[in-house]
């Protein structure tokens, strides 16, 4: 069978020292994985399993994009996060530096609704992901978010309260996880709204930073 129109291709994202571009398949993001973030955001951590939510491929953006504004928020915020990149198995190949950005007040209303977080974190330019490092070593590093050069967020990413080995695990029980997966894998404390006009930064030492414009709306 022939598609009736064509199909988008899968984005693409940079790595480092390839000519080629990983194709991303699916986002799998964490929460509650730092426990200062939990308890700024007044929860605590579930110590017993993490828990998930996704986001479309196609809601992924490069690193230097300026983002407009969203539509439906008046308060856009930032969490960034270590990425990890998989392989045909299912093992981490690549690391990088992403942006989980969040409509925190729609985020707000689902939760008091008991209700999916969906268009809270994904939506169009809501992943932004800097360029992969191959190597799945996430030892001795620190990851931190400026704002117009003013630190926001940082932590060391030992802080995590379930490191990498551990939320593959805890993911493989339910799904077959594979190529073009990437996993968001939660964000430190030091979250908060944005604007027109700033400029974030994400950094983690040894991988690509992440670069994003916040614009006016579209
Ligand atoms: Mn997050």
């Not at 939510?53 to 915020?77: E, N, Q």
């Not at 990890?84 to 299912?90: I, K, N, R, S, W």
């Not at 590093?141 to 400026?146: A, E, G, S």
């Not at 990437?182 to 400029?199: R, Y």
Request: glycine share 12%.
């Amino acid at each position: 069978m022939d598609p009736i129109f064509s199909p988008r291709p899968l984005p693409l994202l940079p790595v480092i020292g390839r000519d080629g571009g990983y194709p991303v398949a699916r986002i799998f993001c964490v929460g509650r994985n730092y426990a200062a973030h939990a308890a700024e955001m007044g929860n605590e951590v579930d110590r017993e399993e993490p828990f998930w939510f996704t986001k479309s491929c196609f809601a992924m953006i490069p690193s230097g994009s300026a983002l407009p504004y969203p539509p439906g928020t008046r308060d856009l915020h930032h969490e960034v996060e270590l990425v990890v990149a998989l392989g045909e198995d299912g093992e981490p190949i690549a690391l990088g530096c992403g942006l989980d950005m969040t409509r925190r007040d729609l985020q707000a209303r689902a939760k008091e609704g008991r209700k999916p977080w969906d268009t809270s974190k994904d939506f169009e330019g809501s992943a932004v992901i800097g360029a992969l490092t191959p190597g799945a070593d996430t030892s001795g590093r620190t990851i931190r978010l400026l704002v117009n050069g003013a630190v926001r967020q940082e932590a060391p990413l030992s802080d995590m309260v379930r490191d990498l080995p551990d939320l593959l695990d805890h993911l493989r029980g339910l799904y077959r996880l594979g190529s073009g997966d990437l996993i968001m894998t939660g964000t430190p404390a030091g979250v908060a709204a944005v604007g027109p006009g700033d400029e974030l930064v994400g950094e983690i030492d040894g991988l690509a930073p992440v670069h994003l414009s916040i614009g006016d709306p579209a």
